[in-house]
C-alpha cells in the first residue's frame, strides 16, 4: 500500500444498546442492518453477535433473512449454503467466502466497523 493510502476502520451505530441488538436479532437469528452504505448481517449465537457481509457470494440473496447454528456458521436460506461467522469461509458448496466485520458494544451503543482506505497527502 501506497505511503499515501492507509487502512482505518470507521465505527457505525446499528442500535442504541447491546440489549437493543439481542432484542433486534434473537438467538440463532440473523437481521440485516446498514452501516453506512452498507449492508450488513448480524447473526447472534450463543458466542455473541457477528457481523458479515450481508450479499449471499453464491447468488446474491440476503443472508440477513437466513439464520445462523450453534456452529458459529449463517445459512443462506436459498440453497443453504453456510458460512463461518468468524472466518467468512464457506462450509459448503463452491469455494466463497463472506467478508467479516468487527462488532463492538459500548456504552453509547452497539457498533458495526467497516475497515476502509483512506487517502493521507501528510501520512497521518
Ligand atoms: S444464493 Fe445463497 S446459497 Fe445460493
Not at 461467522?85 to 463452491?94: V, W
Amino acid at each position: 500500500m501506497s505511503r499515501f493510502f492507509k487502512k482505518q476502520t470507521r465505527w457505525y451505530k446499528v442500535f442504541e444498546s447491546l440489549l437493543e441488538a439481542e432484542e433486534r436479532v434473537p438467538l440463532f437469528q440473523t437481521e440485516t442492518v446498514l452501516a453506512g452504505h452498507k449492508k450488513i448481517c448480524l447473526a447472534h449465537t450463543q458466542e455473541g453477535i457477528f457481523a458479515v457481509g450481508d450479499r449471499c457470494p453464491h447468488n446474491g440473496f440476503s443472508l440477513g433473512k437466513g439464520w445462523c447454528t450453534p456452529e458459529q456458521t449463517v445459512v443462506c436460506p436459498l440453497h443453504r449454503y453456510a458460512f463461518d461467522l468468524r472466518t467468512g469461509r464457506a462450509r459448503t458448496g463452491l469455494a466463497d467466502y463472506v467478508d467479516t466485520y468487527k462488532v463492538e458494544s459500548r456504552p453509547d451503543g452497539f457498533f458495526v466497523g467497516i475497515e476502509e482506505t483512506v487517502f493521507t497527502l501528510f501520512g497521518e
